[in-house]
Structure formats: structure tokens, C-alpha cells
């Protein structure tokens, strides 16, 4: 028997038809965001939980001890950020180390943070070129390079100044 046709039978195959495409595509979708939130996370990932927190509390003492000698030995120090240098004026006769070590870090990713060793220049003036440009909020340590025997800290300010030369003071 021959079966009527009609005019709305499907005829082409099912690899050439809408709908099974839009249902596939979906899913497809869902997958490939998946997997770029996945690489986002692990590669962007927050840095503001410490793994070994209960060091780090611990070291707060040491970090206020040094804090104190730096007052108790009258050590300021006026911080000059231009692009790409970093020039610290400290009172003469206060530091008589030929290297400071400077330590800037940004306030939220720890692979951007960076030391740099100071050299003296003159009678209280240590300088040092900057590897990466620096911007505002960022944490800066000033420790004397040897025997880290006292510290000072601070966080740079303005990003305005810093074109022209930002100075900070503790």
C-alpha cells in the first residue's frame, strides 16, 4: 500500500534540521563558559587569605619591636616616587648603612609585590631604580638591608603626585 504524502513531511536528514543544533549548541555553550571561568579562578585567584596565619600573628611583635627602634633611634624618612626611581632622604647621621632595602606591595595581588636595595648616594640620600611602575594604595617597608634591626612603613598616597614625584613621610 502506498501511504499518502503530505506536504509537511520532513524530508532532509536530522543533521540538517534547526532544532536538534539549537539543542546540542546549549550544553556546548554551558561547557565552554565553564571552563573560562575555571581558567579566570585559577589564574586570578584573590591573595588576601595567608596560609600560615598563625606565623604571620606571630611576627606582628617582631614587626612592632622594630617599629619602636626605628622611633627610639629617630630614623624618618621621606619616600620619592618618579617614574621608574625611588629616591629616600633620611636624617643625616641617623643611617649609616650603604644599603636599604625598600619593599612594595600591592594591596591585593602578591605576585605584583617587589623589593628593591637602595644604594646611598650622599650623606642620608638612597636611590634605586623601580622595576614596575608603583600606583596609589600600595604598602611600602623601608628596613635596613643587614641586620633588620628596624623598620619603618607606610602606604603611598596620591596617584596624581606620582607623575610628577610623590613624597611620603614617616
Given amino acids: 500500500m502506498n501511504r499518502p504524502r503530505y506536504a509537511d513531511d520532513d524530508t532532509q536528514p536530522w543533521y540538517r534540521q534547526f532544532w536538534p543544533w539549537f539543542l546540542i549548541a ?3 555553550a554551558v561547557v565552554v563558559v565553564s571552563m573560562h571561568l575555571i581558567y579566570t579562578a585559577y589564574n586570578h585567584a584573590d591573595d588576601l587569605v595567608v596560609d600560615e596565619y598563625y606565623k604571620v600573628g606571630l611576627a606582628i611583635n617582631q614587626q612592632l619591636g622594630r617599629q619602636e627602634r626605628a622611633r627610639a633611634l629617630g630614623i624618618t624618612a621621606n619616600l620619592m616616587l618618579t617614574p621608574g626611581q625611588v629616591t629616600v632622604h633620611t ?4 643611617v649609616s648603612d650603604a644599603t636599604l632595602e625598600l619593599v612594595l606591595s600591592h594591596p591585593i595581588e602578591s605576585d605584583r609585590d ?5 644604594q646611598r648616594v650622599g650623606p642620608g640620600v638612597y636611590n634605586a631604580a623601580l622595576p614596575a611602575p608603583v600606583a596609589e594604595r600600595w604598602h611600602w617597608i623601608l628596613r635596613d638591608g643587614v641586620e633588620g634591626t628596624w623598620r619603618l612603613d607606610g ?3 596620591s596617584s596624581d603626585l ?3 614625584g610623590v ?3 614617616l
Fill in 26 to 28: 546549549l550544553p556546548a
Fill in 114 to 118: 617587589f623589593t628593591v636595595s637602595l
Fill in 167 to 169: 613624597q611620603e613621610t
Fill in 91 to 94: 636624617p643625616e647621621g641617623a
Fill in 155 to 157: 602606604i603611598v598616597e
Fill in 162 to 164: 606620582l607623575q610628577q
